[in-house]
């Protein structure tokens, strides 16, 4: 922001730190406790009046003073050196606020250079008494180093009532101060033990070597027990946001997490081995194998320490990226390019578009990203995506997973890092998607005989789009289960509905007849969903042909889940199969009457926009493997799941196991949200401030794809997903709002940066549960007249009862029967041909309007009928005529 | 772009800059001194070992070799504390300067390790090394005189806002100072110093040993003044050249201009020419109480120097002050606790070294 940035993305700024840093805090460490341990080995030697192990000492203390003035020191300021370059900001705030801080440190640092100088020049010459103080003293500044870098490093971490105050001491005196100057001092005693041993273990005589082993197997083991025992009130003391990382919500330290654990005890163990009596040489690997570990030991902890704090440098003041705290609303109102000093691009334009984009790179990224390097490459964390899906990666960045900082500026200015990244980084080329060119079918509209049939039949599909997850042997949410209506209406003057003396069956168009061929639903549907199937056999038992089932709630013929996919046996995706339903006499046999009824169901889900892969059939629709698996990682790395092991062992992935999901009747487990809550609370984080249409991202409505399953009345005049069910944000945020009255805790996180569209707060969101509280359509066609509004977010309906696909008007014909199916209501465009969803008003009156409209009474009644018995302003012309 | 434009925001300071800018000059002075002793010494050895045939340079190399590292140690940790206060004081063109020739900066390092590392096993197995004597004092020699080429390039590129835009052409952390005329007379100003004063030290060390070996010590202080004396005359030549490439009004500042500025250069001048003419008449106290003036006179004029090339974007006086003055006070305190342990733990070194002598 201030500060130029040195621009070394192609070896990783990060790298620099992360060597010179743990390069340095081992040797310090071993500055402080082997300092103790020179002064404390020294008087074992007066008192037991042993040349021997004075002349140790002496020798040790040359190994000392040469690792640790040297490589110890020079790294010390080392680390100052690539932290003023990669991290000014922080830089300078350290140095200002704790100036004197730091000049009482290099006071320590003069005396700790004089002693130590002293102290092994005059070994042997100078008085004992003298000697062990000159020891003492160096020792005493080593640790009050400790001390005052504790206080500093430990300030980034829990800055605490610094925050408000800026207070010198506030900061230094922070809540972690204590616990790890305990913690850092028990490391410098065990540190101080492990180069012991390496000394010792190159000493001559076997049993001076054996007792010196012994010796420093004391300062191993009982700081190193001291110092888990510190690391636990440590941990204790932080602050809950780097207690959460350390404890699962960074996925980033959770190895150097394990490695800590698991060293501790090896450590231990070691210390134990190496007090054992044993050659010489087996004795030197063991202990340069200690020497190592022990880096590693201290490299995770400082790792550990490190990542804990992020997205921050100064905990809840400065992001890791240098960017304060302070100034995010503003940089995201004016852009980060307007307030940043060190680049030459302020607008953005197509010519400079990749080069701003690398500048944003520099400042949100190159912190802690390489491009390239071995240290945090972006490459193959970004390979997967496209400008969207990167785009939505960065609008998320930070927002659930609180590790990186979040993205900050304009939407214009995302949109260049994401374009800077996968083109510029991966060098992906991508051209504008041409719309799928869809050749419409034939839809046979069946004859109807006006004046002479005595029955009609009119069918539909509950939802107007039933989805599929293709790809079952990763994982499964939606299953292949397509719910057909139907209602048969004997005409005349009092049109009666028909439920008794007839069959209603249904039957699979040519070419779907095979559902099990295409997916592999039925060999993972005992796992997935909990029954054993036959091949071809639904849910609920069902097949593609069939029979439908009279349910009496409804007053319709109902055939539920039948398990059709939308892949043909000559290989093609064709998401609305059109099934023949026919009425049937049940004594004679006769056909009374028939239909026809588009089943829609589609597997092209937009996962692949983010989560890599490609569409597996076509190139237009079917989820891939590597898109499942993604779905999976993602998940893992999030919920902290291990769901790619569970696939790994060959068991696929039920959401529905976990995630309640009203709409499969599954329960999910106790504390986790639902799925509808979760899956739109999650990516409403990734699609922030977006239009109405962003659902056709995921949803199969995009309109450059096959599906297009937005298609009735209101999506020809306009109107978009969000009109009725809010902008995604809302939407998810209802869904969020009821879980979190249902006390599921994860639901608040996911809201934590959610931001409402239309509603003017959170408050002002009514919770809703999916599937049964869904706008109604008479929040804008009040009492069935026009509408005078276009929204409908926000008020829901009681119950599923009150859904439009569930409800019927007074003499029992349900809304869908003359309306249509919902997202599809008459008249619809179907993408495959005009009247593919618009049938039975083709069949039974000729143009595509609901039935009955423009007074047309007498296709049931047969006469005209003065009476708006169905519903107020039944009797009207349809106002949106199309033909 | 503006150079201003691109002149980070300063940040506050806890206590008045007065404070903090003596602390700085007190400190630059110490660390100055260190470095010119390191330098030095370090040159003289190389020279010692170079013209084997003299035996007299061997010995003084072997003497050299033992203190060096022990110079080395408090240079570094002198120059912590000036780097320290230079950071607060002046960190919005400090930090700048040192990104921008980010790759060298950050080499001083390493670089660093290894001439450290040369001079030890140089010090500790000097017998042994026969011909390796040259490598490992001509490396730390070679590493040292880039040391003090990459901090004047940074030094003077901090006072350089208008050649910070050289950045967006390369951002990589390579920049380099080289295009300034003042570079190379100014480098060469500090490097020659570091001749004089090394020998100075040389000539110290002697005047030390007369007590216990007089040949040797007499002849070291000769051999000391020689090069004090041929060092300094140089160094006026240099310093001559450094004022004149300057640009013209900033030198007037120093030629008349300003008077304090003025002063203090003819001052720091006029000690030099006493420190010569002591030095040729061998009176060693004198020549070194006026080389110390004349360094802390030349610290101060340095100092000015900046605040001259500074002054259209920025002045010390301008940052806004936090007060919080009882870690300054804190400070003073183990300051002075350090300092008399520092003390004690020397002379008791003494007394151990001296009672082992004799």
Not at chain 1, 495 to 520: C, M, N, Q, R, W
Not at chain 1, 856 to 869: A, D, L, S
Not at chain 2, 279 to 285: D, E, I, V, Y
Request: glycine share 8%; net charge neutral.
């Amino acid at each position: 922001m201030n500060y130029p940035i040195w621009d070394i993305a192609g070896v990783g700024q990060s790298l620099l730190i992360a060597v010179m840093a743990i390069v340095h805090v081992y040797i310090a460490h071993f500055a402080v406790g082997g300092g103790l341990f020179l002064v404390i080995t020294e008087r074992k030697g007066l008192r037991e009046k042993s040349p021997a192990i004075l002349e140790y000492t002496r020798n040790h203390s040359l190994f000392f003073l040469l690792l640790t003035l040297v490589l110890g020191a020079l790294t010390g300021v080392g680390i100052w050196f690539v932290i003023g370059l990669i991290s000014p900001a922080a830089t300078s705030l350290l140095i200002h606020n704790f100036v004197f801080g730091w000049a009482i440190e290099w006071v320590f640092f003069v005396g700790e250079i004089v002693a130590l100088f002293v102290y092994y020049y005059t070994f042997g010459k100078m008085g004992d008494k003298k000697h062990q103080i000159v020891g003492w003293l160096y020792f005493i500044y080593a640790w009050l180093s400790l001390f005052v870098i504790s206080g500093i490093v430990t300030f980034m971490l829990s800055p605490g009532k610094w925050l408000e105050t800026k207070n010198f001491w506030d900061g230094f005196f922070n809540p972690t101060f204590v616990p790890s100057v305990f913690f850092r001092t028990f490391l410098a005693l065990s540190t101080a033990g492990l180069f012991g041993f390496m000394t010792s273990s190159f000493l001559r005589d076997p049993d001076f070597r054996n007792k010196m082993m012994r010796y420093c197997a004391k300062w191993l083991i009982l700081p190193l027990v001291l110092l888990l025992v510190s690391s636990a009130w440590y941990m204790d003391a932080l602050p809950d946001h780097p207690h959460r990382m350390i404890g699962g919500g960074s996925h980033d330290i959770q190895p150097f997490v394990k490695g800590f654990l698991y060293i501790s005890p090896i450590l231990l163990l070691g210390g134990l081995l190496l007090a054992v009596r044993m050659p010489g040489f087996l004795r030197r690997a063991v202990a340069v194998g200690m020497i190592v570990l022990g880096f590693l030991y201290t490299g995770s902890f400082e790792w550990i320490r490190e990542g804990a704090r992020r997205p921050f440098v100064v905990s809840e003041h400065l992001y890791s990226n240098s960017i304060p705290l302070e100034l995010r609303e503003k940089i995201n109102t004016d852009g980060i390019l307007a307030h940043a000093r060190w680049v030459d691009i302020r607008e953005i334009t197509d010519e400079n578009r990749m080069k701003a984009g690398r500048h944003l790179f520099n400042l949100q990224c190159a912190s802690c990203h390489a491009i390239g390097g071995p240290i945090n490459d972006i490459t193959p964390l970004t390979a997967k995506f496209n400008v969207f899906g990167m785009d939505s990666m960065l609008d998320g960045l930070g927002k659930i997973n609180r590790y990186m900082p979040p993205f900050h500026g304009t939407v214009t200015e995302r949109a260049a890092l994401a374009h800077y990244i996968v083109h510029g980084i991966h060098g992906k080329s991508e051209s504008a998607v041409d719309p799928v060119k869809i050749q419409p079918l034939e839809s046979a509209v069946p004859p109807f005989d006006e004046a002479d049939d005595e029955y009609m039949v009119l069918a539909w599909n509950d939802l107007g789009m039933h989805c599929i997850t293709d790809f079952d042997r990763v994982f499964g949410i939606l299953p292949p289960a397509n719910t057909l209506f139907a209602q048969v209406i004997k005409r005349g003057e009092v049109p009666e509905l028909i439920s008794e003396g007839i069959t209603v069956t249904y039957t699979v168009p040519d070419g779907f007849a095979h559902p099990e061929k295409h997916v592999d639903f039925w060999e993972h549907s005992r796992e997935l969903y909990g029954k054993d199937l036959e091949p071809g056999v639904g849910l609920s038992g069902n097949r593609v042909d069939g029979e439908f089932s009279y349910v009496h709630k409804h007053r319709a013929f109902v055939v539920d889940k039948i398990p059709v996919v939308p892949y043909t046996d000559e290989g093609a995706f064709l998401p609305y199969p059109l099934f023949t339903v026919e009425v049937k006499d049940l004594k004679t046999g006769d056909i009374l009457t028939s239909t026809k009824v588009t089943a829609p169901t589609s597997t092209e889900m937009g996962c692949k926009n983010c989560h890599g892969g490609e569409y597996r059939v076509n190139g237009v629709a079917g989820i891939d493997e590597a898109t499942a698996l993604d779905i999976l990682r993602v998940h893992d790395r999030i919920s902290r799941t291990k769901l790619m092991e569970r696939v790994r062992g060959g068991r696929p992935v039920s959401c529905r196991e976990c995630h309640a999901d009203p709409a499969a009747g599954s329960e999910g487990k106790p504390g986790i949200m639902n799925l509808s809550a979760s899956v739109h609370g999650f990516h409403a984080n990734h699609l922030s401030g977006r239009d109405g249409s962003i659902c056709k991202k995921c949803h199969p409505a995009d309109a450059a794809g096959v599906t297009k399953c937005l298609r009735g009345i209101h999506a020809m005049l306009g109107l978009e997903c969000g009109s009725c069910h809010g902008m995604l944000e809302d939407h998810a945020l209802a869904l969020l709002k009821g879980e979190m009255e249902k006390g599921v805790p994860s639901a608040e996180r996911i809201m934590a940066e959610l931001k409402t569209r239309t509603a003017a707060s959170v408050e002002e969101i009514n919770p809703r549960q999916p599937w049964t509280q869904q706008p109604d359509c008479l929040n804008c066609h009040v009492n069935f007249n026009p509408p005078e509004t276009f929204e409908s977010f926000n008020q829901w309906t009681s119950n599923g009862d009150a859904l439009y696909r569930n409800r019927s008007d007074a003499a029992g014909v349900m809304c869908a029967a003359c309306h249509g199916s919902p997202h599809a209501v008459y008249p619809a465009v179907n993408p495959f041909g005009n009247n593919r969803d618009n049938i039975q008003p083709m069949q039974y009156q000729g143009n595509p309007y609901p039935i009955g409209a423009n007074r047309n009474c007498k296709v049931c009644h047969r006469m005209e009928m003065p009476y708006e018995f169905h519903h107020p302003n039944s009797l009207a012309d349809f106002r949106n005529a199309m033909y | 772009m503006s150079p201003s434009s691109l002149i980070p925001v300063a940040e506050k300071i806890p206590v008045a800059w007065g404070y903090l800018h003596f602390l700085l000059l007190l400190t630059f002075v110490l660390h100055i001194l260190f470095m010119n002793v390191m330098v030095g010494s370090a040159v003289i050895a190389l020279a010692g070992v170079v013209r084997k045939k003299s035996h007299n340079g061997v010995k003084l190399s072997e003497n050299l070799a033992g203190k060096i590292p022990f110079i080395t140690a408090f240079t570094v940790n002198l120059g912590v504390a000036p780097l320290l206060f230079i950071q607060v004081l002046y960190g919005n063109f400090i930090y700048v300067s040192s990104i921008l020739m980010g790759v060298f900066w950050l080499s001083v390092v390493v670089i660093l390790v290894i001439a450290y590392y040369s001079l030890y096993i140089f010090k500790m197995k000097f017998h042994s090394l026969g011909y390796m004597r040259i490598l490992f004092m001509g490396i730390a020699v070679a590493v040292l005189l880039i040391i003090g080429f990459i901090f004047t390039n940074n030094m003077t590129l901090m006072l350089h806002p208008e050649k910070w835009s050289g950045y967006f052409s390369r951002p990589d952390g390579t920049m380099l100072n080289l295009s300034d005329p003042t570079l190379v007379p100014r480098y060469l100003h500090f490097m020659t110093a570091s001749i004089a004063v090394g020998g100075l030290f040389v000539s110290i060390l002697g005047h030390f040993k007369m007590k216990r070996d007089p040949l040797t010590g007499s002849a070291m202080k000769k051999t000391g003044l020689k090069y004090f004396f041929h060092g300094t005359l140089v160094q006026m030549f240099i310093g001559i050249v450094f004022l004149v490439t300057l640009p013209r009004e900033i030198m007037s500042e120093f030629m008349g201009g300003n008077l304090l500025y003025t002063g203090t250069l003819l001052t720091g001048i006029a000690l030099g020419v006493i420190s010569l003419m002591a030095a040729a008449k061998s009176r060693l106290g004198l020549t070194t109480a006026t080389t110390v003036l004349a360094v802390i006179s030349m610290a101060v004029v340095r100092d000015f120097l900046r605040a001259s090339y500074l002054k259209e974007h920025f002045t010390v006086s301008s940052l806004e002050v936090a007060p919080q003055y009882l870690p300054m006070i804190l400070f003073f305190i183990i300051l002075v606790i350090g300092l008399i342990s520092v003390y004690v733990m020397l002379k008791w070194a003494h007394e151990a070294v001296a009672e082992g002598a004799s």
